[in-house]
Every structure is written in structure tokens, then in C-alpha cells.
């Protein structure tokens, strides 16, 4: 099984976070570990358990075969804490960026005697570099996302609102082959642009507005991630000024992305390059993030990221400049990195302004 790789890899480590047994709670890490996308939790010691219920158990067997799949009646503290003291666990690790203070409190009065050892960013590190299934997985998730922005291009009109275009998305998704929306969808436009992580409202889209979309599909739980700013007419000066500053600056950031480097590198390629244009206030966010089971996971490319790039990782390059009262302009594409530098593996079109 393919995981199972994965989990002795883990195993291994367990001298180092001095721990016998690790109790996984968080989604994403349960997903990595077992093949299990359903809710539950994983007990991994000398044997993996997962523990879910009764409406998961079709979905276990499917997709975690091999595995000791327990459904629960109870509650899962008493099953996990159960399965600890069967095992001999004397230091448990747990997610602490994902436990609840309430469950691990719980889970401490169960266990007792048992050591429960926080562990934070727990396959933080392993998760960001993918293997090849990962990459074909994430490849497939980016074209649907592709596929997806032409489609609905083809309709953009004004008078649509926000919402209508979103949902539109999110039709087109599905159509192009993704399992859906791996997160709520931005579409902005005018003024809404100039807030980075815009709601789609009801407000209808005018034929002098930047239109700021920001979506992705996911696929066996694999992320995609694109943004894309587009106008409904040629664009204005003012238009065209932001977006080559701001299409300028990704091309430095990608240009910059290569095994040995670190994150804040990338950032301050595209950052500097909005600086110099006399935007730099109003670039207000990290450059990008790693994208794999989870929308924002590891490396982080923000100014102050210590993460160094290597080969099998997948980041999102996204600069933008957001101008109160006026609008703004994001462009983000994917790009996996190499042994020798990177392949953009985005493939949506933007807008040459020369
Ligand atoms: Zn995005
Ligand atoms: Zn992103």
C-alpha cells in the first residue's frame, strides 16, 4: 500500500520526538498517512489504527485496505485510549497545531499515567515535497482549474454578478474533471478587488471593472490554486500599468524559484519589483504557499521564510497590488520545482501588455 511507506518513514522519527505512538487527528495528515478521507483519527504505534464510524466504514475499507479499521460507537477518546494502553504507548504525540485544548484535556484524563508529547507541524516537512502520484495529481487538479477559467471567460459579461460567476466556477470544475472547489471561490470586482480575499457578493459586474478571480479544483483531495484578473474591455492606462507591474514581478519570483533557495528570496524578487514601480505598501500579503492535501501548506513564501526550496515541491507564485477605492490585480500561478529550476505548471492565459 502506498502509504504505508509513509508511515515508516514516520515510525522512524519516533526516538527523535521521543514518542512510542502518535495519535493523528488533522485531516490532511490522517489522509497522508492511511489513504482515508473520511473523519476519523489514526493511532500509529508498532500497528496503524484508524478509528472512524459507522458512516465511514464503506469508505475505509476502499480506500485504507490492509489497515485495522475500528468503527466506533462511543466516543473516540475511549476507542483511542483503548487502543494506546493495548499497544504499551508510555508518550503519545499528538497534532498540537490541530487538537483542541478541550480534546487533548480529555484525552489526559483518559490515558492517566501515559505521557502525551505535543508535536507541532506534524508531516509538515515530509508532505511538502511530493512523490510522482502526488505530482500527476496535482498536474490533473490544475488543468481542470485551467479548463475551468476558459470556459467561464467565454461568459464573462457585464451585468453577471459575483455571484453568479462564482457558482459558474464551481460548475465548470466538475465539468472539466475535478472533484469540486477545493475552497470557496474569490471573485471580485471594481473596487471589491482591492481586497485580496474578497466574498462574492451580489454586485453586478460593470464593463470598467478589474474582475479578480481566484479558484481552485481539487482531486483525490489535491489542491489547485489560480488567480487570474481580467478586464470585460481593454483595459485603461491605469489598468495596464498595475497589471504589468504586478505580471513583471511574478516573472522575477518564477524566474528566481530553484532548488538551494529560500523562500523570502522568491518574495523579495517580486516584492522589490513592486517597490521599485512605488507600489510596495500595497503588496500586502506573503508571495505564496506550498499546495498539496491542504489549499496553504509548507514551504511558505513570505518575507521572513526560512524554507528552502528543493525539487518535488509545488508553490503558488502570487504577487499583487491592491489600491483602496480603485481595485486591484493578482496573478498566481503553480510552479513545481526541479533539480534544475522550475516548470510553471499553470498554463491559463494573461494578458501581454507589452
Ligand atoms: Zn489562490
Ligand atoms: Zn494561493
Given at each position: 500500500m502506498r502509504t504505508a511507506g509513509r508511515v515508516a518513514r514516520l515510525r522512524e522519527r519516533f526516538d527523535e520526538l521521543k514518542v512510542d505512538a502518535v495519535v493523528v487527528s488533522s485531516e490532511a495528515n490522517v489522509r497522508y498517512l492511511t489513504g482515508f478521507s473520511g473523519e476519523g483519527w489514526a493511532v500509529i504505534d508498532g500497528e496503524t489504527t484508524l478509528v472512524t464510524d459507522g458512516r465511514y466504514t464503506l469508505r475505509a475499507e476502499r480506500e485504507a485496505p490492509g489497515l485495522q479499521v475500528v468503527c466506533r460507537n462511543g466516543s473516540m477518546r475511549d476507542v483511542v485510549v483503548d487502543r494506546l494502553k493495548r499497544g504499551g504507548a508510555t508518550r503519545v504525540g499528538f497534532e498540537a497545531d490541530h487538537l483542541?485544548?478541550?480534546?487533548?484535556?480529555?484525552?489526559?484524563?483518559?490515558?492517566?499515567?501515559?505521557?502525551?508529547?505535543?508535536?507541532?507541524?506534524?508531516?509538515?516537512?515530509?508532505?511538502?515535497?511530493?512523490?510522482a502520484r502526488e505530482v500527476k495529481l496535482l498536474r490533473q487538479a490544475i488543468a481542470a482549474t485551467d479548463a475551468a477559467f476558459g470556459a467561464v471567460c467565454k461568459d464573462l459579461a457585464p451585468g453577471m454578478t459575483e455571484v453568479d460567476l462564482a457558482l459558474e466556477i464551481e460548475r465548470q470544475l466538475r465539468l472539466a474533471g475535478a472533484d469540486g472547489a477545493g475552497f470557496p471561490s474569490i471573485v471580485a470586482g471594481g473596487p471589491n478587488s482591492a481586497d485580496p480575499h474578497a466574498e462574492p457578493g451580489r454586485r453586478k459586474l460593470r464593463l470598467t471593472d478589474n474582475v479578480k478571480l481566484d479558484f481552485g479544483g481539487v482531486l483525490q483531495g489535491y489542491h489547485a490554486d489560480l488567480t487570474r484578473t481580467v478586464f470585460l474591455r481593454e483595459p485603461t492606462r491605469k489598468q495596464r500599468e498595475i497589471y504589468s507591474v504586478v505580471r513583471e514581478a511574478q516573472r522575477r519570483a518564477?524566474?528566481?524559484?530553484?532548488?538551494?533557495?529560500?523562500?523570502?528570496?522568491?518574495?523579495?524578487?517580486?516584492?522589490?519589483?513592486?517597490r521599485e514601480?512605488?507600489?510596495?505598501?500595497?503588496?500586502?500579503?506573503?508571495?505564496?504557499?506550498?499546495?498539496?492535501?491542504?489549499?496553504?501548506e509548507g514551504p511558505g513564501l513570505g518575507h521572513t521564510s526560512q524554507d528552502v526550496l528543493q525539487p518535488g515541491m509545488l508553490i503558488t507564485v502570487e504577487p499583487g497590488i491592491y489600491l483602496k477605492g480603485w481595485g486591484g490585480v493578482r496573478l498566481e500561478d503553480i510552479?513545481?520545482?526541479?533539480?534544475?529550476?522550475?516548470?510553471?505548471?499553470?498554463?491559463?492565459?494573461k494578458l501581454d501588455l507589452g
Open positions: 483542541t485544548v478541550n480534546a487533548r484535556n480529555d484525552l489526559k484524563r483518559g490515558l492517566r499515567g501515559i505521557g502525551l508529547v505535543p508535536l507541532a507541524a506534524l508531516q509538515r516537512a515530509a508532505r511538502m515535497i511530493k512523490d518564477i524566474a528566481a524559484c530553484q532548488p538551494g533557495v529560500l523562500g523570502k528570496d522568491v518574495d523579495a524578487a517580486a516584492r522589490d519589483t513592486i514601480a512605488g507600489y510596495g505598501e500595497a503588496f500586502s500579503h506573503g508571495l505564496g504557499h506550498g499546495v498539496g492535501l491542504e489549499i496553504h510552479v513545481l520545482i526541479t533539480p534544475k529550476g522550475c516548470e510553471v505548471l499553470t498554463k491559463a492565459p
